[in-house]
């Protein structure tokens, strides 16, 4: 009898695939079997985010008190209400009721108009996540940790509730965005669109800021991801944080910052 020919199957995993592997990988390390990095001696945590590392540029001091004694200071009030409106946005997006998140936030009459105006832009493609950490080796010390706020088959969305402090200038220029670029191509294998939703609580209004990202600005924040550490580094080596620049904002310790006021 003459042969036949078997039919090739394609084994090449689809996005749909790729993107539930690398979930059920996270959920995995969300329950204890965390992927293993190799970790340094001079750095308390197991990866290093842009909180972090903002943090440090901003002041040394309040940046090794937190994360290498771990002194916590109290939430301000303002950080309350941008927790709790997330979790009330978290619920939307998710399809649940809402509301007696929304009256945790102050103003919620103001925080409820602000999140109805979300209707016309929900998340058309599939969303992967909400608020979820990731964690991947992009080739520094540490890996990255990064935590958006809702990502999609095909963009990321970082909410920001603010009296205004937040603008569309400034997101654009900050690293975070780009973080989430890195992050997101390194781990899923596509470039991410990525979008900042701006809700001012003094206008009323949400603003929606489309951030485009390419490779320049990928390896222009992976070149500072890597100065700051080195930064780091020599801080701890020399067991001096007390650097000769403070950065641009108020810091935790206020008038007892040494590197202000020292």
């Given at each position: 009898?003459p042969?036949?020919?078997?039919k090739?199957m394609?084994?090449t995993p689809?996005?749909?695939?790729?993107?539930?592997?690398?979930g059920?990988?996270t959920?995995?390390?969300?329950e204890g079997?965390?992927?293993?990095?190799?970790?340094?001696?001079?750095?308390p945590?197991d990866?290093?985010?842009?909180?972090?590392?903002?943090?440090?540029?901003?002041?040394?001091?309040?940046?090794?008190?937190?994360?290498?004694?771990?002194?916590?200071?109290?939430p301000?009030?303002?950080?309350?209400?941008g927790?709790?409106?997330?979790?009330?946005?978290?619920?939307?997006?998710q399809g649940?009721?809402?509301?007696?998140?929304i009256?945790?936030?102050?103003?919620?009459?103001?925080?409820?108009?602000l999140?109805?105006?979300?209707?016309?832009?929900?998340?058309?493609?599939e969303?992967?996540?909400?608020?979820?950490?990731?964690?991947?080796?992009?080739?520094?010390?540490?890996p990255?940790?990064?935590?958006?706020?809702v990502?999609?088959?095909?963009?990321?969305?970082?909410h920001?509730?603010?009296?205004g402090?937040?603008?569309?200038e400034?997101?654009?220029?900050?690293?975070?965005?780009?973080?989430?670029?890195?992050?997101?191509k390194?781990?899923?294998?596509?470039?991410?669109?990525?979008?900042?939703?701006?809700?001012?609580?003094?206008?009323?209004?949400?603003?929606?800021?489309?951030?485009?990202?390419t490779?320049y600005?990928?390896?222009?924040?992976?070149y500072w991801?890597?100065?700051?550490?080195?930064k780091?580094k020599?801080?701890y080596?020399?067991?001096?944080?007390?650097v000769?620049?403070?950065?641009?904002?108020?810091?935790?310790?206020?008038?007892?910052?040494?590197?202000?006021?020292g």
């Amino acid at each position: 009898m003459p042969k036949t020919k078997k039919k090739l199957m394609n084994t090449t995993p689809t996005i749909d695939e790729h993107i539930q592997s690398i979930g059920q990988e996270t959920q995995k390390k969300q329950e204890g079997e965390r992927v293993k990095f190799s970790v340094v001696n001079w750095y308390p945590g197991d990866s290093i985010s842009y909180s972090a590392l903002t943090s440090f540029e901003n002041c040394s001091v309040c940046f090794y008190l937190h994360y290498y004694q771990g002194i916590k200071w109290p939430p301000k009030a303002s950080m309350k209400d941008g927790l709790a409106f997330q979790e009330a946005l978290n619920k939307k997006h998710q399809g649940e009721p809402y509301l007696s998140e929304i009256q945790k936030v102050g103003k919620p009459n103001i925080a409820l108009d602000l999140i109805k105006q979300t209707d016309a832009h929900m998340p058309v493609g599939e969303i992967i996540s909400l608020d979820k950490e990731y964690i991947v080796d992009i080739g520094l010390d540490l890996p990255l940790k990064f935590i958006p706020d809702v990502l999609t088959k095909d963009s990321v969305i970082e909410h920001k509730y603010t009296t205004g402090y937040y603008n569309a200038e400034m997101v654009k220029t900050q690293k975070q965005s780009t973080i989430y670029y890195i992050g997101v191509k390194k781990l899923l294998g596509f470039e991410p669109k990525i979008q900042y939703w701006l809700f001012n609580t003094k206008k009323k209004k949400l603003e929606v800021v489309n951030i485009e990202k390419t490779e320049y600005d990928a390896q222009d924040t992976l070149y500072w991801m890597k100065n700051t550490l080195d930064k780091i580094k020599e801080c701890y080596n020399k067991k001096q944080w007390i650097v000769p620049k403070h950065g641009n904002y108020p810091c935790d310790l206020k008038d007892a910052c040494p590197i202000l006021h020292g």
